[in-house]
């Protein structure tokens, strides 16, 4: 395993969180620059020739069925990076598993260049019983292997079994089940089947660049091989460990806790295979009695006092699903799950005690507060924990790496960095600076005015917060309309009406009555802007007042909360200012090269950028429609404004259904529209011209879903293409960017300020394309923004598909610049804006659900930005109300 290793002074240099193993250099996957590596930075590399036996295990319980439980998913991913060894020489038969065949041939795009805790309740039954098996035969009918066992139907051992076939009788005591008293014996019969030889070949081959298709498999045994010692110590959540023996667990408030762990997986990279190690935190249910949880639930007068409905609801919500060990029946203590609440009084029902579990349910925002700053460390601190955490494995001791051959370097990855420039930004000529070199990824509004900024006349505002006097309001919104003005706008300090003062359960009546009270002073002119003054908290209010303003009158608004209006700064009126703008159609700033024709494959002729986003619904609703959202640019050769569109869909469905879309019409015939064909009619309408080049950054995609969401999008796109002529089909450049994943960079030396921020992150276009990266493809770490707290998280750029021909520094450098154009700050950002831009969109369409469909979970959706001929029930998903023409033309989700 390597691990991101220490630099060397050189400024540029940064460390990748990967504890690695470098294999053998792949002549097609060299770095720009040579790096010298340190003595003894070498890991050792796998050296058994052992092959890889994969057999089927079936469980059958002879006496008392065994519900397994289902381990819950993860609720909190921040972590971290960290490497493993090569798996050295290979047998020679390849596993007989591998990607389904397509009869489209399409590959990604080739990389161009270089620019002892716990005990067993954590555990499934299944994998208690396989211990058991191991313990007993091990030295017997199992010729002294020790198998890796993947929880579920697959058995792994480094090298074959006497036997092909053979059943085994576990008996099992449940040592759970009473204290001093009886305790229930469980018999299972295990089966075991050999199905096949897995050896590493094909890994080897892919490591090698000799073959394209990653070898999924065999990633996933060495994976379960790593993770099994882990699996026993402690509490696996998806692909993280937790444990309250880890770091002292913190109290979040409402019966929850934090726990520390870790996160572990394998990474093929340029080096050979890596251990990505990174530390995690989750919220836990405390350890306390039903009662006491309640308590601390909906306030601890419940024990005096009926439940209230809405107390009731409250606590079916958090109890459902929950495991509780009952107290009261001597030295039985059995556990259950609630699966709900009776309407019963407590004295008529037995106590019982909540067992330790992990919950996947929604967090509250004090919750989340509570949970952010457990899990926000500085760079070198996170860095100490998860080298302490590979010391505290002990992999070079764990008997499953050494039964597999598998040898553990505990040195972090040492990657060469560079450091991208940043662009000169312009701004408009009548303010004093009239263009800008931003300095560590920020920049300010002084002296600056706005290079395209809008004109407003017409405007409203109305106050929910009985907190803010009406001259305290007045005040607030005549210097926003100076800063509006100070900035480059055009802005009428007076408003059309005074302001209105309103309740906030009174949200549709209050926005129809400034509506037509204003149609009506100014004749009929509708309002171009309406100020909403907010309480700090102020539950489903914002949502209500954006999808009636959006979907319903068709007014852009500008939301304020009440801390803000009493405690006035100058950076915020800035902020709030730049909002404005773009909502009505500006642009704040532009690239200084993009209006001087200097940007390679974007200045030569007109280019379109895309954005496009997924959003799901969380974890236990289990009906609502995702949300897709895609956003395109507007202008040319800018590539600063952007419009939006969102569309609703099945649930957890990732491809995007609207990108492409046709319908048959009686008139008309089959008719085409969709997402992409009207994102491309909208560029010609305001540009005058057709896009000839298309670039696509595609947000939330996990690798396990590249292939499929590349070959239907791809494929969506070109058919939108071709709709609106028969030959367009302009080159497509397909990017997917992430930002959960487990990689951090660090500078060499944490003091060193020509590589650090005085955060102690690393630099602001900070990129590296090599080591760490994938053996061939082209993909490269981007961290294009300052950290403010915490650890800064380099965002994944996975370059799929590329007709245009783009070098490595020519996508980088785009795609870095391009993040100093976010319209909502003065500071560069952490994903390239479309992206961005794109997720923002999907997660304000949410708001445009009906309110009862959220409440009982129904599903909801469809086409929100009103493609002609999408109808309720054509894809099983509710339309949900169109935007309005004048809103999907703007940034409205800003």
């Not at 620019?115 to 313990?135: F, N």
């Not at 102020?538 to 949502?543: A, D, K, P, T, V």
């Not at 930002?739 to 020509?754: C, G, M, Q, Y």
Request: include cysteine.
């Amino acid at each position: 395993m390597n691990q991101p290793q220490k630099h060397h002074k050189l400024p540029k240099m940064a460390r990748d969180r990967h504890l690695r193993k470098p294999t053998t250099a792949n002549p097609r996957a060299r770095p720009h620059l040579q790096l010298k590596t340190e003595e003894g930075e070498e890991a050792e590399v796998v050296e058994s020739l052992i092959r890889r036996c994969l057999y089927e295990t079936q469980f059958k319980p002879c006496t008392v069925a065994h519900k397994p439980v289902n381990p819950a998913g993860d609720l909190l991913a921040s972590a971290q990076m960290g490497s493993i060894g090569n798996a050295g020489n290979i047998c020679e038969m390849e596993m007989g598993l591998g990607f389904p065949t397509s009869s489209k041939s399409l590959s990604y795009a080739p990389r161009p260049s270089y620019g002892q805790l716990g005990t067993s309740w954590h555990r499934d039954y299944k994998q208690i019983i396989m211990a058991e098996l191991v313990r007993l035969y091990k030295e017997s009918d199992l010729g002294m292997r020790l198998p890796a066992y993947d929880g579920r139907k697959s058995l792994y051992t480094a090298g074959e079994l006497p036997f092909a076939w053979k059943e085994f009788t576990i008996k099992h005591v449940d040592e759970e089940d009473g204290i001093n008293g009886p305790k229930r014996v469980r018999e299972y019969k295990v089966v075991i089947k050999f199905v096949a030889r897995a050896n590493m070949h094909h890994l080897g081959q892919f490591l090698a660049g000799k073959r394209a298709d990653a070898p999924q498999e065999a990633l996933q045994i060495l994976d379960i091989v790593l993770r099994e010692l882990s699996t026993k110590r402690y509490c696996p959540v998806g692909r993280s460990f937790f444990s309250p023996d880890i770091r002292v667990p913190q109290r979040l408030g409402d019966g929850l806790e934090s726990w520390c762990g870790f996160y572990q997986s394998i990474r093929p990279t340029q080096m050979g295979l890596s251990l990505n190690i990174d530390m995690a935190s989750a919220a836990f249910i405390e350890p306390l009695p039903v009662i006491g949880f309640v308590a601390q639930l909906v306030g601890k007068d419940a024990l005096l006092r009926p439940l209230s409905d809405s107390d009731r609801i409250k606590i079916k919500k958090a109890l459902r699903g929950v495991k509780v060990e009952v107290t009261h029946r001597g030295n039985v203590r059995r556990k259950y799950r609630v699966s709900g609440l009776t309407s019963q009084p407590t004295r008529e029902l037995v106590l019982a005690k909540l067992w330790r579990g992990n919950d996947t349910k929604r967090l509250n925002e004090r919750q989340i507060t509570a949970l952010l700053k457990v899990t926000c460390q500085r760079p070198r601190d996170r860095e100490n924990d998860i080298l302490q955490t590979v010391q505290h494995n002990a992999y070079d001791q764990d008997p499953y790496a050494k039964e597999f051959g598998i040898k553990i370097s505990e040195k972090l990855a040492s990657v060469e960095a560079r450091i991208l420039p940043a662009p000169w930004l312009k701004y408009h000529e009548t303010g004093k600076e009239k263009d800008c070199l931003p300095q560590v990824g920020q920049w300010n509004m002084m002296n600056k005015k706005m290079i395209n900024g809008m004109t407003v006349s017409r405007w409203a505002c109305i106050n929910f917060s009985r907190s803010v006097q009406e001259s305290v309001a007045r005040g607030f919104c005549n210097e926003l309309a100076q800063m509006c003005q100070v900035s480059g706008m055009e802005f009428n300090p007076e408003p059309v009406i005074p302001i209105y003062n309103a309740r906030p359960d009174q949200v549709e009546k209050a926005l129809k009555h400034v509506y037509h009270a204003s149609m009506n002073k100014t004749k009929g002119k509708e309002l171009e802007l309406l100020l909403a003054i907010l309480p700090d908290n102020n539950g489903s209010l914002y949502g209500d007042l954006k999808r009636i303003c959006e979907t319903d009158l068709g007014l852009i608004s500008q939301c304020c909360l009440t801390k803000h209006v009493f405690k006035t700064s100058k950076q915020y009126l800035a902020n709030v200012s730049l909002k404005i703008n773009v909502k009505m159609g500006g642009r704040n700033t532009v690239l200084l090269d993009a209006i001087s024709c200097r940007i390679p494959l974007v200045s030569d002729i007109p280019t379109i950028i895309f954005g496009a986003d997924v959003t799901h619904p969380e974890n236990g609703e289990d009906s609502s429609p995702s949300i897709a959202a895609v956003v395109a640019s507007q202008d040319w050769p800018e590539v600063t404004k952007y419009a939006g569109l969102v569309c609703a869909q099945a649930h957890r469905q990732e491809l995007i259904q609207d990108l492409y879309k046709t319908w048959q019409d009686p008139v008309r015939g089959t008719v085409s529209g969709g997402m992409i064909r009207d994102l491309l009619v909208s560029f010609r309408k305001a540009t005058g011209q057709k896009p000839l080049r298309i670039i696509f950054y595609r947000d939330g995609v996990s690798e396990g879903q590249f292939y499929q969401v590349l070959l239907y999008e791809l494929d969506a796109i070109r058919k939108a293409c071709a709709s609106l002529e028969p030959n367009y089909q302009p080159p497509v450049t397909f990017i997917v960017v992430q930002k959960r994943h487990h990689t951090r960079l660090f500078a060499n030396n944490h003091r060193d300020r020509s590589s650090t921020d005085k955060s102690g992150n690393i630099l602001p276009g900070t990129v590296v394309d090599s080591k760490i990266c994938h053996p061939t493809e082209f993909d490269f770490f981007l961290c294009s923004h300052a950290g403010i707290q915490g650890t800064s998280r380099p965002a994944h750029y996975h370059v799929l598909w590329d007709e245009n021909n783009f070098t490595a520094d020519g996508i980088q450098s785009l795609t870095n610049n391009l993040c100093y154009t976010y319209a909502r700050c003065t500071r560069s950002v952490s994903v390239v804006p479309p992206a961005y831009y794109a997720h923002l969109a999907a997660f304000r369409a949410r708001f445009y659900m009906e309110p009862e469909m959220q409440e009982n979970g129904s599903t909801g959706g469809g086409s929100v930005h009103g493609t002609k001929g999408t109808r309720a029930g054509e894809s099983g998903v509710r339309p949900l109300p169109a935007l309005k023409e004048n809103v999907k033309r703007v940034m409205f989700y800003c």
